[in-house]
């Protein structure tokens, strides 16, 4: 499959590919290593809910605040 391939599939189309393709290397038991970041960022999230410094929003809000952005 080439990259024109997928530009031209809908919305719904990419996403069950995408699933696709997750459900085959969840059978094939590809370990996935996360980047070393990862860790990072889970930690700092971590240390701001302990200080309760963390700040939740829901769902809606967040993409209200992403549609604004784009």
Request: overall charge positive; aromatic content about 6%.
């Amino acid at each position: 499959m080439k990259t024109g391939d997928v530009k031209n599939m809908n919305v719904k189309e990419r996403l069950d590919a995408m699933e696709q393709i997750w459900v085959s290397l969840r059978h094939e038991g590809v370990a996935v290593e996360s980047p070393a970041w990862h860790e990072a960022v889970l930690q700092a999230r971590e240390e701001k809910i302990a200080a309760g410094t963390a700040k939740f929003i829901s769902i809606k809000e967040l993409k209200s605040a992403y549609r604004a952005k784009n």
